[in-house]
């Protein structure tokens, strides 16, 4: 009896680590990491190309036809205040959901698929705005930083006004 209950203490540790931990995908823009919560990444697509829009601002390459689904695309680096990318076929472009809308950002490259710990995530320090505006916090794994993207922060004010 007595290690059937350590066995239940022992399983309601892990089911508190694993609600405290989340997964991410990471993906690179020159050397920064970045990374987004798996659970709204829909796709990772080779970059293809973007039909491109009016009346939208730098960041926003253009709009895909996924599968029936116009996806619009941003990309990040541009975003970020870096100039924009000049993709190659290696460039790829991450698919997610954000709200009921689906989104693509245009990265350099995906490059793992990270679990953290909640606890880990850290504010954003204050210094750069940019910086401060689109990202939720930062989190150190395996000696390097990686931001933490606000999605939402990210895809507004595509439409330039006037």
């Given amino acids: 009896m007595e290690a059937l209950g350590m066995r239940d203490e022992m399983g309601d540790k892990s089911a508190i680590a694993a609600q405290n931990s989340l997964q991410l995908i990471a993906f690179s823009i020159g050397e920064q990491t970045y990374g ?16 491109p829009l009016p009346n939208t601002r730098e960041f926003v390459r253009g709009v895909i036809n996924l599968r029936g689904t116009i996806v619009p695309i941003f990309d990040l680096r541009a975003r970020f205040g870096d100039g924009p990318t000049s993709p190659t076929k290696n460039h790829v472009v991450v698919v997610m959901s954000v709200g009921d809308k689906w989104v ?13 710990s909640r606890d880990d995530i850290h504010n954003v320090p204050e210094g750069n705005s940019v910086d401060t505006e689109l990202l939720n916090g930062i989190v150190t794994h395996d000696s390097r ?12 004010g595509a439409k330039l006004d006037g």
Avoid: F, K, P, Y
């Fill in 36 to 51: 987004v919560e798996i659970t709204t990444v829909r796709e990772i697509r080779a970059w293809n190309g973007a039909t």
């Fill in 104 to 116: 693509g950002i245009l990265v350099d490259a995906v490059s793992d698929i990270l679990t953290v």
């Fill in 145 to 156: 930083m990686v931001g933490l993207i606000d999605l939402h922060a990210v895809v507004s």
